[in-house]
């Protein structure tokens, strides 16, 4: 029962250096989501795809890009990482949009020196 | 924009005791109110979704209880354990979004 998967589980940038996080469920569910988590602030939405083939942005989008490969699989992009991109990210995953229970991925650790 | 609160944001109990986390939101438009625990370093894990048109939902020890008109939802843990040292994470889903609140780090002490 592996649910959703992330890779890699930590990760230490240089400023400017650009990653990829990936992210793949095995429920079928149409929705993924890409969180992060910073100390005293709960979670918050970068991007999400409601289904297959869309994205859209969420609360705090810039400086990422994100990537609906197929329905398993959701990827998150750093361009140009900066310091203030240092945070723990969480991949997410339901059934439907909203209306449904989520299931999350085990985080990754990302430092931007 | 929904705001979701969770007080305390630390709480000690000894263990065996039944103890409540609260989480409070700003608009009562939502579609569910989902409960999670969180252990350090890991993932979150859901232990209770209740819907808008739900008052509760029991899962063991766990009892979620939520109050659209007042905006309020609380978690109940009954004779609590060590083993349920983590942090509590609300999030409401509305019409927009997912949103959380910043967790209540619950430790209990043998």
């Known amino acids: 029962n592996a649910g959703v998967t992330q890779t890699p589980k930590f990760q230490v940038l240089k400023t400017g250096q650009s990653m990829t996080l990936q992210c793949a469920q095995d429920m079928n569910h149409n929705s993924m989501y890409w969180y992060r988590q910073d100390p005293g602030m709960g979670l918050r939405l970068i991007y999400y795809?409601?289904?297959?083939?869309?994205?859209d942005k969420g609360e705090v989008p810039n400086g990422y890009n994100v990537s609906r490969l197929n329905k398993r699989e959701f990827s998150l992009r750093l361009e140009s990482a900066a310091p203030s991109q240092t945070s723990v990210y969480f991949c997410?995953?339901?059934?439907?949009?909203?209306?449904?229970?989520?299931?999350f991925g085990q985080g990754t650790r990302l430092t931007v020196v | 924009k929904q705001e979701v609160t969770q007080i305390p944001a630390a709480l000690s109990v000894p263990e065996g005791e039944n103890l409540v986390l609260n989480c409070s939101f700003t608009?009562?438009?939502?579609?569910?109110l989902q409960w999670f625990r969180q252990d350090p370093g890991k993932g979150l894990t859901s232990l209770l979704l209740?819907?808008?048109?739900?008052r509760e939902q029991t899962s063991g020890r766990l009892n979620a209880s939520l109050d659209k008109s007042s905006g309020r939802s609380t978690l109940y843990i009954a004779a609590s354990q060590p083993g349920d040292s983590a942090t509590y994470l609300c999030?409401?889903?509305?019409?927009?979004?997912?949103?959380f609140g910043a967790g209540t780090r619950l430790t209990v002490k043998p």
């Open positions: 608009d009562s438009a939502i579609y569910n």
């Open positions: 209740i819907q808008s048109s739900q």
């Open positions: 997410a995953s339901s059934p439907g949009r909203l209306n449904t229970e989520a299931f």
């Open positions: 999030a409401v889903a509305d019409n927009n979004d997912m949103r």
């Open positions: 795809s409601a289904s297959e083939g869309t994205t």
